[in-house]
């Protein structure tokens, strides 16, 4: 079992859509959770960084994450063309500096 | 602020040559940075953590042979893949810890390898 799961899609919603994006994992040792976008071809860049259960919103944007469940979810509000990319999630534990450990990545394409 | 410069970008190499990747934290010291590889469609396999000063660690199944690293100061590693082969060909990005508030890890853009 691999520890971090995230459904590869392809995901293709309409313009305007809300867009749910979904990680679980199994290493209840992990404290923070990060969401990046990757274009094609290009680095991922970070879009959203918590390390406690709940939701955190930045604009479109709403990072959610259940502990106690190992479940943590994006959501895109007013899903825009420029959103198409891929999505992952990534986290990591406080206790070890050495890396974080990513999702497979969903891939997303929204249409005009 | 927190930007990885990552460079080249693409590169086209033939069998047997060797190729070097370079990562510069711009405005920011990174002691550790991170070199992944990723296929197309897959998500980011660590290779090797690289520490400024010391040895990398190397992940399991990575040859350490083929793939050098060599963090020589707080703003720059840099990959070098030794005798590269078609199998070789991937896209190769690098990370560092961003040191200050909670921007959590900044990528470089990556590199792009083709073995011929």
């Known amino acids: 079992q691999k520890e971090v799961e995230q459904d590869p899609g392809p995901l293709s919603v309409p313009e305007g859509a809300i867009v749910s994006l979904n990680c679980t994992y199994s290493n209840s040792a992990f404290q923070y959770f990060m969401w990046y976008r990757q274009y094609s071809r290009k680095g991922p860049e970070l879009l959203m960084y918590t390390y406690s259960s709940g939701n955190k919103e930045d604009g479109r944007f709403t990072a959610q994450v259940d502990k106690s469940s190992k479940y943590i979810s994006l959501f895109i509000r007013d899903s825009q063309p420029s959103d198409s990319a891929t999505y992952l999630c990534a986290m990591g534990s406080s206790g070890s500096a050495r890396q974080l450990t990513f999702g497979s990545g969903t891939q997303l394409t929204v249409l005009p | 602020g927190a930007v990885v410069s990552q460079h080249p970008s693409w590169v086209i190499c033939k069998s047997g040559t060797s190729v070097k990747i370079e990562c510069r934290s711009l405005d920011f010291q990174a002691t550790t940075m991170f070199w992944y590889r990723q296929f197309p469609k897959q998500s980011l396999m660590l290779m090797a953590t690289?520490?400024?000063?010391?040895?990398?660690?190397?992940e399991q199944g990575v040859e350490k042979d083929k793939f050098l690293i060599n963090h020589a100061s707080l703003t720059l590693s840099t990959l070098t893949v030794t005798s590269a082969h078609p199998e070789d060909s991937s896209f190769y990005i690098c990370s560092a810890r961003v040191p200050f508030g909670s921007l959590g890890y900044t990528f470089g853009s990556g590199t792009r390898l083709t073995v011929v």
């Open positions: 690289s520490n400024e000063g010391s040895k990398a660690t190397y």
